[in-house]
């Protein structure tokens, strides 16, 4: 079939066919231009996200009313590189005031902590408000752990200021804390006052160790009777019971006030 079109249409469509470099160059303008525009969004000290779109500041700076502004680091202060936070830290040996990096006083007799902000007092001294002063350890004392403190040696009590030796009665012995006499009584006898008294054990008795009741218990087959041990009188048909203090009927018989009667 002839194209019987006009000769302008008909050059019109070469220039426009598939393939041509002019189809080509319009088919790739709106590309161009959205490119254009997005690198036109993107503010100086700024990198568009490769993912999600949008745009961030380049390290050392922040985002300001659609801009990247640089990051005012102040004296003795170090930069972070990051986009979160102020951006800089203070260096060792310097605190955050105001905006700006503060020298950290460090008082006669401390140390600068690892962490850099902050100090302790050296061993020997303790912290009263911003200084650090001697810890003065009396005789018959000694430096604790912690370094900030003191307590007596052993044989000693903490009396004040002063470590006084602690008197151990006759028939007691030494025993370390800091609390209590700083004494204990020997097996058999009880603390009275500031001395140490032998527990009268009664005949057919023995010493237990408590520090209630007697200081004594009756044996097998006896009973406490005031301060003295009887024997149980055990009735016929009946036997000394699990405690041994005591007595219960023999089966199958059953009691009945003092004597054991088949039911």
Not at 89 to 101: D, I, M, Q, S, T
Not at 145 to 160: E, L, P, Q, Y
Not at 177 to 196: Q, V, Y
Not at 206 to 211: A, E, G, P
């Amino acid at each position: 079939m002839s194209d019987r079109s006009s000769p302008r249409a008909r050059a019109l469509r070469s220039i426009l066919a598939p393939g041509s470099l002019v189809a080509a160059c319009i088919a790739l303008a709106p590309v161009a231009a959205l490119a254009q525009g997005n690198a036109a969004q993107v503010p100086d000290n700024a990198q568009a996200r490769s993912i999600g779109g949008g745009w961030a500041c380049d390290p050392g700076f922040r985002e300001a009313d659609g801009a990247c502004i640089a990051i005012e680091v102040p004296a003795n202060a170090i930069a972070t590189n990051t986009t979160f936070g102020r951006g800089w830290v203070c260096k060792r040996g310097f605190r955050e005031a105001n905006e700006a990096c503060a020298t950290i006083p460090v008082p006669d007799n401390a140390y600068l902590m690892a962490s850099g902000d902050r100090w302790a007092c050296d061993r020997g001294y303790r912290r009263v408000d911003e200084s650090c002063i001697v810890v003065q350890v009396p005789e018959n004392g000694f430096l604790t752990v912690s370094g900030d403190r003191w307590d007596c040696d052993r044989g000693f009590r903490k009396i004040g200021e002063a470590c006084i030796a602690i008197e151990v009665p006759e028939n007691a012995y030494f025993v370390d804390g800091s609390f209590g006499s700083g004494w204990r009584c020997k097996r058999g006898f009880r603390k009275a006052g500031e001395s140490c008294a032998a527990i009268p054990v009664p005949a057919n008795a023995y010493l237990v160790d408590t520090s209630f009741g007697p200081g004594w218990a009756c044996e097998r087959g006896f009973r406490q009777s005031g301060s003295a041990c009887v024997a149980v009188a055990v009735p016929e048909n009946a036997h000394i019971d699990y405690s041994g203090n005591d007595w219960e009927c023999s089966r199958p018989y059953r009691q009945e006030g003092e004597a054991c009667v088949l039911p």
